[in-house]
């Protein structure tokens, strides 16, 4: 099984820039396979990926994610060029359609329609990075624009067919999308017993590019932290979880809310939003139950996370998202360390 970090957060600035690149430096040598840039409202997802493909060599970079309504599509292509030339081709595409308050309230354009822009924005990006001439009339882009001077023109810089391009999706109809046009699946929020509410529409849409779950990286994000004071543990990540159900979208949109809906949690999702969407955030976190957090995370003793990387071995996942706890970045290294040990012991046990 192999592994990932991420770096940066809808909140991230910077501080501590240095320590996050120590950190990624030593998550190379601990063998870790990629490192992910989040893109929100703080920091770019793609600045830090170009200054950490000049400190490390061997680690895959990946935006999780660019967002398709920030940037025109023909203008993802060659940023994705330019970071597989300063990265010797150690760059991942990620895309992802963000949400309305985003969309809407940053970057000024409608969200309506986001998986028919997320399709025709991949098939221009692929336009782009297979140095074919960009001429696309689709029901979101028209290149050139009508009437105007422009003409279809072929990006410079030397064609990358072969440069993956990773999609985090949620919604049914979006993985399905996944499954038909993407490299890999940037998942969150998978619950091993309920994993069909994802992968099924992703199998449905692999079926339709003639591939299946094996020919797909697919990622799931999980905290990492080992020990026995379980309700510590619990309560620690509360308010994250709370915030992911009641501010990671709007009260009428919310991606990550409708997945653990249909992941079996409708009554306590839907509480915990209603009461994040009230104001009362300190009782939205007390309200987030305690198997929610178990269940898509790596906590617990040593048993228990051994027993969850086996459940994800067996429904196909074959790469996990780490993040570690830790005030410094020096413990979030020790506890990165801690959890890779952990889990080269547990898969090196895997026959099959």
Do not use: C
Not at 106 to 133: D, K, Q, V, W, Y
Not at 223 to 237: K, Q
């Amino acid at each position: 099984m192999k592994t990932a970090i991420g770096i940066g957060s809808a909140y991230y600035n910077g501080e501590d820039w240095e320590q996050l690149v120590d950190h990624t430096v030593e998550a190379e040598k601990m063998g870790v396979d990629y490192v992910w840039s989040a893109e929100a409202w703080g920091m770019d997802a793609i600045v830090p990926l170009a200054y950490m493909a000049a400190k490390t060599k061997t680690i895959l970079l990946g935006t999780g994610i660019v967002q398709i309504s920030s940037r025109v599509p023909p203008m993802i292509a060659m940023t994705a060029q330019s970071m597989a030339t300063v990265s010797n081709n150690r760059f991942i595409l990620g895309l992802g359609v963000s949400g309305p308050q985003v969309v809407e309230g940053l970057h000024g354009t409608s969200f309506a329609h986001p998986l028919g822009r997320l399709r025709e924005s991949i098939e221009i990006i692929r336009l782009g990075l297979n140095s074919e001439r960009i001429r696309y009339d689709g029901n979101h882009y028209v290149l050139p624009k009508p009437g105007g001077e422009g003409k279809p023109i072929r990006l410079s810089q030397p064609p990358r067919p072969d440069l993956p391009i990773y999609l985090a999706t949620l919604g049914p109809k979006a993985l399905e999308l996944t499954g038909e046009l993407a490299d890999g699946w940037l998942g969150t929020t998978l619950i091993p017993e309920s994993a069909d509410v994802f992968l099924a529409p992703l199998k449905k849409g692999l079926a339709k590019s003639g591939r299946s779950l094996t020919d797909m990286d697919i990622q799931i994000a999980g905290s990492f932290e080992m020990g026995d004071d379980i309700d510590r543990m619990v309560n620690a990540r509360r308010p994250g979880m709370a915030f992911t159900l009641g501010g990671m979208g709007s009260a009428k949109t919310n991606f990550y809310n409708d997945a653990f809906i249909r992941a079996g949690f409708e009554e306590e999702a839907s509480r915990v939003q209603q009461l994040w969407i009230d104001g009362k955030k300190d009782e939205a976190s007390r309200a987030v139950p305690e198997e929610m957090i178990l269940k898509t995370s790596l906590i617990g003793t040593e048993d228990m996370i051994r027993e969850k990387l086996r459940a994800f071995r067996d429904i196909g996942i074959n790469t996990l998202r780490l993040s570690t706890g830790g005030k410094e970045w020096s413990e979030k290294t020790d506890k990165l360390a801690e959890a890779i040990d952990l889990i080269k012991r547990e898969t090196g046990t895997w026959t099959d």
